[in-house]
């Protein structure tokens, strides 16, 4: 039978914060999150990035790294502007969305490097 587990999180506690459907897992190793890109590019689905300052993480507006990969097939030219957000804003949140242009929607969206809180 399997438990239920209480995860605190509170307003006033920015590091008990939980943001996205992965954050209650351990941190994604590189791996992990290429087999995430290449997941997206398999659906057909545009990926891009977005990031924003941690205090700023809960509005609903964050900033587009440069435009979505639209037809974009390298899960390396993905994972490499990844790198270059994280690179350009260190103390930012960065996500990862596949945009599916079929259902006009988010299929996936993942925190891939939590900023320094």
């Not at 941190?27 to 700023?56: F, R």
């Not at 502007?81 to 994280?86: F, K, L, P, S, W």
Request: overall charge negative.
């Amino acid at each position: 039978m399997s438990q239920e587990l209480d995860y605190p999180s509170s307003l006033s506690a920015p590091t008990s914060r939980k943001a996205e459907t992965f954050s209650y897992l351990p941190k994604m190793t590189t791996d992990q999150i290429k087999a995430q890109v290449e997941y997206i590019i398999s659906k057909g689905w545009n990926p891009a990035i977005e990031h924003s300052e941690p205090e700023n993480a809960f509005s609903y507006y964050w900033y587009m790294w440069k435009l979505p990969m639209f037809g974009d097939t390298d899960a390396n030219v993905v994972l490499a502007e990844v790198d270059a957000c994280i690179k350009a804003n260190p103390n930012n949140h960065v996500r990862l969305i596949g945009y599916d242009n079929y259902a006009q929607s988010q299929g996936a969206n993942m925190l891939v490097k939590r900023g320094d809180m």
